[in-house]
């Protein structure tokens, strides 16, 4: 079956650690997005890529780098300098036609900064 | 600068009563207002709305949007208990999904 897997699940870091999130996805989907979650909070865009070996700064893209080598791969790095790292990442991709609702969704990584 | 706004932040009801959530938005290049819940991880997909004044319904759900006053807002009638979640209003333009801070919905047996 389609679909888009993050990894890993649940996440502890120490803190001033860089850590990699993985997104992977076999839709065949062009565009990839990573979003932070905050308890009780809506999701906010940290980058985006429409395609591959490009990608674009979202409302809160500081302390966050992303890469994007292939259609399938959309890794998030959080480094030391991202200030309250500790939050629920989620990916998501979109169907190459331009339909808004064709988003499907990872079920998140949990990353918790101690 | 683009912002959605949902209202309220959390509402308690018991099972069995009507809720109306709220979603006001002030975006450029709007394309179309979707609404997601979310109840552990990933949202789910409800609605997605792009022409003034066409209600949608899905069962109990029912979402209409107004885009002469900038809102939408979601129905449920008849909670129970499995409604309980964070119901969250989203505005899809500039190739994005920009999402609003959500309503915890909480429903009482």
């Known amino acids: 079956d389609g679909g888009i897997t993050q990894s890993p699940k649940y996440l502890f870091r120490k803190e001033g650690q860089n850590v990699t999130l993985s997104c992977e996805q076999n839709l065949n989907h062009d565009a990839m997005y990573w979003y932070r979650q905050d308890p009780g909070q809506g999701l906010r865009l940290i980058y985006y890529?429409?395609?591959?070996?490009?990608?674009q700064k979202g409302d809160i893209a500081e302390g966050y780098s992303v890469s994007r080598e292939k259609k399938e791969s959309f890794p998030l790095t959080v480094t030391s300098a991202q200030k309250n790292p500790t939050a629920f990442y989620l990916c998501?991709?979109?169907?190459?036609?331009?339909?808004?609702?064709?988003?499907?969704f990872g079920s998140g990584t949990r990353l918790t900064v101690v | 600068e683009d912002k959605v706004v949902q209202s309220p932040l959390s509402l308690v009801v018991h099972e069995g009563d009507t809720v109306t959530l709220n979603c006001s938005y002030e975006?450029?290049?709007?394309?179309?207002l979707l609404w997601y819940k979310q109840e552990k991880k990933a949202p789910t997909f409800l609605f997605m709305l792009t022409s003034s004044g066409i209600e949608k319904k899905s069962g109990r759900l029912s979402s209409i949007l107004d885009k002469k006053e900038l809102f939408s807002i979601l129905n449920i009638t008849a909670t129970q208990t499995g409604d309980s979640a964070i119901y969250l209003c989203a505005w899809f333009g500039n190739e994005k999904l920009t999402f609003g801070t959500g309503t915890r919905l909480t429903i009482i047996p």
């Open positions: 890529s429409q395609i591959v070996n490009d990608f």
């Open positions: 998501a991709s979109r169907k190459p036609e331009r339909t808004s609702y064709g988003y499907t």
């Open positions: 975006v450029t290049n709007f394309r179309s």
